[in-house]
C-alpha cells in the first residue's frame, strides 16, 4: 500500500519523521533508481527504496506490553534527561508508547510501531476502557462513588461515568474503569471527593491484563491479542450523528415549496378548526 515516502523511513528506522524529511529534501533518497522528492508516495512492500547507499525494508510490527515502574517518563525522549520508558525495552525497531502514564503511576502500558494500531488504541473516539488500581489516602465515602459513577465536573469540564469497585473493607483500594486520557484525570476525579491517591497502578487496557509480567518487564503481544484489540476499537466507535437540515421546507427548496408549504399549512388549520 503506497504511503508517504518520509513516514515509510521513520517505520524502518531510518530516521525520525522530520529528519527523513530532511533527507528526502537533500536527494540522499532514491525510489527505484529515481531521486525521490519531498511528499512523495511510494510502496515499501513493491518499490526499491534506498537511504544513504542502504536498502531499505519494510520493518516488522512489534507490539509490545510493558509493565512500566513508577520514575520513568513517558516517553520517547526526554529533554531533562530523565529516564524514560525506552530505557526499559531492547527492540531493533522504533517503537513508541501508545498514549502516557504520569511519571508516580506505574502499570501496563502498550508499544508500537504501528501508526495505525496506536491511533485506535488512543484516540478518544475508540473508547477503549482502561482499568485503575487506586490506593487511597482516605477512605471512599459511599456519596464520592456516586458521583464518580455518575460523573464529575473538574475544572477542564465533566467527566464520562466511571466504573467502580470497591476491593477492600477500608474502601481505601479501588478500582476504577475509564475511557479517558485527560492529564492526570484519575488522580484529579478522587482528590475532588476527598478521597486522594497515594498510588496507581493500571491493570487492564481493552481486552489485556497486566497477569503475571514482573515490574519494568515487557512481552511482546500474540497476534490473536492485537486482533481482539482492534475488534474492540471497532465495537466501541460511534457513528457519527447525522446533522437535521436547517430551515423550513420551503426555504430549503424554493417559491414552489413555499407555496405548497402554505397550502399545507391552511389545509392543516381548516382541520384543527
Excluded: C
Excluded at 495505525?116 to 471512599?140: C, G, V, W
Aim: zero cysteines.
Amino acid at each position: 500500500m503506497k504511503q508517504r515516502l518520509h513516514k515509510i523511513l521513520a517505520s524502518a528506522g531510518v530516521a525520525s519523521r522530520r529528519k527523513a524529511e530532511q533527507l528526502i529534501a537533500e536527494g540522499r533518497v532514491q525510489v527505484n533508481g529515481e531521486t525521490a522528492k519531498v511528499g512523495d508516495f511510494s510502496d515499501p512492500d513493491t518499490d526499491d527504496i534506498v537511504a544513504d547507499g542502504n536498502q531499505v525494508s519494510a520493518e516488522q510490527k512489534r507490539y509490545l506490553l510493558l509493565n512500566k515502574p513508577t520514575g520513568y517518563v513517558t516517553t520517547v525522549t526526554d529533554p531533562h534527561g530523565r529516564p524514560t520508558v525506552m530505557d526499559l525495552v531492547d527492540v531493533r525497531e522504533r517503537v513508541y508508547p501508545i498514549g502516557r502514564l504520569d511519571t508516580d503511576t506505574e502499570g501496563l502500558l502498550l508499544l508500537t510501531n504501528d501508526g495505525n494500531f496506536s491511533q485506535r488504541m488512543a484516540h478518544p473516539r475508540f473508547e477503549i476502557e482502561k482499568t485503575y488500581r487506586a490506593e487511597l489516602r482516605s477512605s471512599l465515602s459511599p456519596e464520592g462513588e456516586m458521583l464518580l459513577v455518575r460523573g464529575i465536573r473538574l475544572e477542564d469540564g465533566p467527566t464520562a461515568p466511571a466504573q467502580l469497585r470497591v476491593v477492600s473493607k477500608r474502601r481505601r483500594r479501588v478500582d476504577i474503569t475509564i475511557h479517558e486520557g485527560r492529564n492526570r484525570i484519575v488522580r484529579r476525579m478522587f482528590a475532588s471527593v476527598g478521597s486522594p491517591v497515594t498510588r496507581l497502578r493500571r491493570i487492564s487496557f481493552g481486552t489485556l491484563n497486566l497477569d503475571d509480567v514482573p515490574k519494568g518487564r515487557w512481552r511482546e503481544l500474540q497476534g490473536k491479542e492485537v486482533d481482539a484489540l482492534l475488534k474492540l476499537a471497532a465495537e466501541m466507535v460511534r457513528p457519527k450523528r447525522r446533522q437535521r437540515p436547517t430551515g423550513s421546507v420551503g426555504e430549503r427548496g424554493g417559491g414552489g415549496n413555499r407555496a405548497s408549504g402554505t397550502r399545507r399549512r391552511a389545509t392543516s388549520g381548516a382541520r384543527r378548526s
